[in-house]
C-alpha cells in the first residue's frame, strides 16, 4: 500500500507538477497575450496620435491660412476704409470750398443786381434828363429860330428902310 500510496503520491505530485506547470505556461501565455495586447494598444495609439496629430497639423495649417487670409483682408479692408475716409474728408472740405464760393458769388451777384440796377435808375435818370434837356434845347432852338428870323425881319425890314432912306438921300441930293 505504501507503493499505492506512494504512487498515488508521485501521480498527484506528477498531477500537481503538470498542472503547475500547464498554470505557469497559462500564466506565461496570459502575460505574453496581455504583452501583445499592450503593444497592440500602444501601436493603436500611436497609429491614432499620428492620425490625430496629422490632421491637427493640417487644421492647424488650415486655420492658420484662413487667419492669414483673413488678415490679409482685413488690412485691404482697412486700407480702403482709410481711401474712403480721406476721400470724404476731401470731398467735404471741397464741399465746404463750393459752398463757401456758391455764397460768395452769389453775394457778389446780388451786389451786382443791385449795382446794375441803380446804375439802370441812373441811366434812366440820365435819359429823362437828357430827354428833358433835348426839349429844352429843342425849345430853346425854337426860341431862337424865331428870335433869329424875328431879327432876320427886322434886319431886313431896317435895311429895306435903310435903302429906301438912303434912296431918299440920294433923291434928295440930286435934287439939291
Known amino acids: 500500500m505504501k507503493d499505492a500510496i506512494e504512487s498515488l503520491r508521485w501521480?498527484?505530485?506528477?498531477?500537481?507538477?503538470?498542472?503547475?506547470?500547464?498554470?505557469?505556461?497559462?500564466?506565461?501565455?496570459?502575460?505574453?497575450?496581455?504583452?501583445e495586447k499592450e503593444e497592440a494598444m500602444e501601436l493603436q495609439r500611436q497609429d491614432l496620435t499620428l492620425?490625430?496629430?496629422?490632421?491637427?497639423?493640417?487644421?492647424?495649417?488650415?486655420i492658420a491660412n484662413k487667419e492669414k487670409e483673413?488678415?490679409?483682408?482685413?488690412?485691404?479692408?482697412?486700407s480702403r476704409l482709410e481711401?474712403?475716409?480721406?476721400?470724404?474728408?476731401?470731398?467735404?472740405?471741397?464741399?465746404s470750398e463750393s459752398r463757401r464760393l456758391a455764397s460768395q458769388v452769389q453775394e457778389e451777384g446780388l451786389a451786382k443786381q443791385e449795382s446794375l440796377r441803380q446804375l439802370q435808375w441812373r441811366v434812366e435818370d440820365e435819359?429823362?434828363?437828357?430827354?428833358?434837356?433835348?426839349?429844352?434845347?429843342?425849345?430853346?432852338?425854337?426860341?431862337h429860330k424865331i428870335e433869329i428870323d424875328t431879327i432876320k425881319e427886322v434886319l431886313a425890314k431896317a435895311?429895306?428902310?435903310h435903302r429906301i432912306a438912303l434912296d431918299n438921300v440920294s433923291s434928295c441930293q440930286i435934287c439939291l
Open 11 to 35: 501521480s498527484a505530485e506528477e498531477t500537481e507538477r503538470s498542472k503547475s506547470i500547464e498554470i505557469d505556461k497559462l500564466k506565461q501565455d496570459l502575460h505574453h497575450f496581455r504583452r
Open 51 to 62: 492620425t490625430f496629430d496629422s490632421i491637427l497639423s493640417q487644421k492647424e495649417t488650415t
Open 70 to 78: 483673413i488678415t490679409n483682408q482685413i488690412m485691404i479692408l482697412e
Open 83 to 95: 481711401a474712403l475716409l480721406n476721400e470724404n474728408m476731401k470731398l467735404r472740405s471741397s464741399l
Open 127 to 143: 435819359v429823362k434828363i437828357r430827354a428833358q434837356l433835348e426839349d429844352r434845347i429843342s425849345s430853346s432852338t425854337q426860341k
Open 159 to 161: 435895311e429895306f428902310d
